[in-house]
């Protein structure tokens, strides 16, 4: 595997939930890793990362704060993203990679969120 692969995406109602996995390459996989959003017409941006440990809390990025949980589970080697109550600005496509840029390896294709009013 050389990027990340996400799944999980899909079409959703406003105020409805939302799944996201992702498996990584074994490098990326030991260091903090982190979840990114891309609405169209915008950059990426980052909106979630945990350590590699979890012994530090996660951050969130305002928007998604008390809606979006990271988490990961260390036996399968998967990140996940538990998308709730989501708004329309939510929709976008979804990327996981390390948190630090030094450590990112190429990027998936990413999963589309689309939210609908």
């Known amino acids: 595997q050389e990027h990340p692969v996400e799944s999980g995406g899909g079409l959703v109602q406003a105020g409805g939930s939302l799944r996201l996995s992702c498996t990584a390459p074994?490098?990326?996989?030991?260091?903090?890793m982190s979840w990114f959003r891309q609405a169209p017409g915008k950059e990426r941006e980052e909106i979630a990362s945990?350590?590699?440990?979890?012994?530090?809390?996660?951050w969130y990025e305002g928007s998604v704060k008390g809606r979006f949980t990271i988490s990961r589970d260390s036996a399968r080697n998967i990140l996940y993203l538990q998308m709730d109550s989501l708004k329309p600005d939510d929709t976008g496509t979804y990327y996981c990679?390390?948190?630090?840029?030094?450590?990112?390896?190429?990027w998936g294709q990413g999963t589309q969120v689309t939210v609908s009013s």
């Open positions: 990679n390390a948190e630090e840029t030094a450590w990112r390896g190429s």
């Open positions: 074994e490098r990326i996989w030991n260091r903090a």
């Open positions: 945990v350590s590699r440990s979890r012994a530090a809390p996660a």
